[in-house]
């Protein structure tokens, strides 16, 4: 039987039992298009990390306070350390060669005010160093002057929209607001950026590190984020901060470092193990609509066993029976694979409309894994009906009889 005589005998049946064909179809459907949307998830969280960490700058380093042996697995947040790590620690780190910039910090949060308007913001402290390894910049006035350094200058660059709460369209640098007790110049405005992991930059409150010490009361640093000089070697950077530490710290590498490049590692292994799960859970939809094709074609067998018993009749061969049943059940699932992808792929374009934050995207192995998994089961759940049909006597099927 020739491809083109096939084809028209397919369509036939298709258009014949418009129910059966459309049930099929959408399971078919409804399964490519979950797995290709629920990947896109995964991807597109990888995608938002990535995103993320080119924001912070490029090639950096964490310092945190504390041993990942003393504080448990993960890198200590809030300096639960034996040792503190002060400013002077991080003055020793700066002048490693290797350096190019450094922002010592000190977090908090703290009511900020200005004539009848207040609210809690958070209140980061840091130098000026900080703008250059975060890659941030003010959209009014001025960053901290180097003094911002070493002095506990009464000045603080304000969010986009903290300023706007603040000071409404009037204008801000110049003006004093207060910050816990302490009354503080505006010198400038951040650039509004939105969020960078989980801390709204348009709402924080930037103040000299040494401001902050006195502020909260705390001689420990949060962090230290430093930024490698190009070409430096990552490695040799690391034992020398180690070296530094342990000089200033009694012998003690009480401190945990995190790299750039290892963070985002880590975050990729994740959500690629994530992006691969939730596609396996979305491929069971496939093998739904897999039992599916074969029970409605197990039902459709029986239903024509007189059209089986008359090709049979004609001189169609067994192979022949089973290959028009498979192609048939094959068509249907290529139908549905490209509808499936249609779908998920229109619906992935209106979610980036409504939410460009968010770059949800298809990875590139989810259309063929979709489409491989489909046929799989397309194939090997048609078998059964297929290899049924192609067992059909003739004689009896001509006379309503299906063995």
């Known amino acids: 039987m020739r491809l083109a005589d096939q084809l028209r005998f397919n369509w036939q049946v298709f258009s014949g039992n418009a129910l059966r ?3 099929l179809l959408l399971a078919v459907a409804i399964g490519v298009a979950s797995v290709v949307m629920l990947t896109s998830v995964g ?24 041993r990942n042996e003393t504080v448990g697995g993960r890198p200590p947040l809030f300096g639960n350390s034996p040792r503190d790590l002060t400013l002077d620690d991080a003055d020793a780190l700066a002048r490693i060669p290797s350096i190019g910039a450094i ?71 110049g003006e004093w ?17 939105g969020e960078s992991f989980g801390i709204d930059m348009s709402n924080l409150v930037l103040i000299p590190v040494k401001t902050a010490e006195q502020l909260f009361n705390s001689p420990g640093l949060f962090r230290v984020i430093m930024e490698l000089k190009e070409g430096a070697d990552e490695n040799l950077a ?19 470092i995190v790299t750039q490049d290892s963070m985002l590692e880590s975050f990729n292994n994740i959500l690629t193990a994530l992006t691969l799960a939730i596609g396996a859970i979305g491929a069971i939809s496939l093998l739904v609509a897999g039992i599916l094709i074969m029970n409605i074609s197990l039902i459709s067998v029986s239903q024509r066993r007189a059209e089986i018993g008359l090709l049979k009749a004609i001189g169609a061969s067994r192979n022949q029976v089973r290959q028009l049943f498979l192609g048939e059940s094959m068509l249907l699932v290529c139908l549905g694979i490209v509808a499936g992808i249609a779908f998920a792929y229109g619906a992935v374009f209106l979610v980036r409309q409504l939410y460009p934050v968010f770059p949800l995207m298809p990875p590139w192995w989810a259309v063929p894994a ?34």
């Not at 995608?47 to 504390?66: A, K």
């Not at 607001?177 to 950026?193: K, P, S």
């Not at 979709?370 to 759940?381: H, I, K």
Request: proline share 3%.
């Open 238 to 256: 690391k034992q020398r901060i180690y070296q530094v530490i342990r000089e200033r710290h009694d012998g003690e590498d009480d401190i945990t």
């Open 21 to 23: 064909t459309g049930l």
């Open 370 to 403: 979709a489409a491989a998994t489909a046929l799989a089961a397309g194939l090997v759940f048609s078998w059964l009906p297929a290899k049924r049909a192609a067992g059909v006597d003739p004689v009896l099927a001509m006379r309503g009889v299906l063995q």
């Open 177 to 193: 607001v207060r910050v816990g007790e302490r009354r503080m110049r505006v010198t400038g405005v951040l650039a509004d950026t």
């Open 103 to 173: 922002a010592p910090i000190i977090a908090g949060t703290t009511i900020i005010s200005r004539d009848n308007r207040s609210r809690e913001a958070m209140v980061m402290g840091s130098g000026r160093g900080f703008f250059a390894v975060r890659q941030m910049t003010v959209s009014q006035g001025q960053i901290f002057p180097e003094r911002a350094n070493t002095d506990a200058l009464s000045i603080c660059v304000l969010g986009a929209e903290l300023k706007h709460e603040l000071f409404g369209n009037n204008r801000a640098v």
């Open 43 to 66: 991807e597109g969280a990888r995608r938002y990390i990535d995103r993320e960490f080119s924001s912070l700058g490029n090639r950096l380093i964490v310092v945190f306070p504390g």
